[in-house]
């Protein structure tokens, strides 16, 4: 099988682990853990895993998980800043709830809110909770984000990240058939790097990728 990395284009990876649904491969250039493409979902059966959750506004337990990239970003934005609530899901509840804080955040999700539109402008904040690591194409999606994202602005994402490789063997998170990236501190830190932006590692799974001004 040969294997480019999706997110820096190397095809230095190595098998990073292995289990009965599918192999793991490591890029030694930028630290992406990835699942090869033969093993990827289709859009129908991947809309199917999602259709399951069950994120409405009225779930406390949503709210709360949401609250721990919003708590943080909110007041690092100012007054008036726009954002857009990128892969927002069926309910996009992270964006009423930056509205019930008087922040306008403009919700885009490929299944439940396509309406590319919204991408044609540019966001003082982008939200990502729990969508990263469901993206097959890394490199085009944060070309697509630095695009859309001003200058200085926050790219708040959540995400869990990859302690190590026998951590990564007994990991829940990477059974989820949706999830195809799996993304380390070290592979924040490249992309910063290549980037020129700054990195704030917010919580376990929370970090902001500072644009550059």
Request: net charge negative; glycine share 6%.
């Amino acid at each position: 099988m040969s294997l480019v990395c999706n997110l820096c284009g190397a095809s230095d990876l190595y098998l990073f682990a292995e289990d009965k649904r599918r192999p793991y491969y490591r890029c030694r250039h930028c630290a992406l853990v990835q699942v090869p493409s033969p093993f990827h979902l289709s859009p129908e059966a991947e809309k199917a895993e999602y259709d399951k959750h069950d994120n409405g506004e009225d779930s406390p337990g949503y709210r709360h998980f949401l609250s721990r990239t919003l708590t943080p970003l909110l007041p690092r934005l100012a007054p008036g800043a726009r954002g857009l609530d990128y892969g927002c899901g069926a309910g996009a509840l992270l964006a009423k709830m930056a509205a019930e804080q008087g922040y306008q955040f403009a919700p885009y999700d490929l299944y439940y809110f396509p309406d590319r539109s919204v991408l044609n402008s540019r966001y003082q904040c982008i939200t990502l909770t729990e969508v990263i690591e469901h993206v097959a194409d890394a490199a085009a999606l944060l070309d697509e984000l630095a695009r859309l994202i001003t200058p200085g602005g926050i790219l708040a994402i959540m995400t869990k990240r990859v302690l190590s490789a026998e951590a990564f063997s007994r990991w829940h998170y990477k059974n989820d058939p949706t999830h195809i990236n799996f993304y380390s501190d070290e592979t924040f830190a490249w992309i910063t790097a290549e980037r020129g932006w700054q990195l704030e590692l917010v919580d376990k799974d929370v970090v902001f990728l500072r644009a550059a001004d």
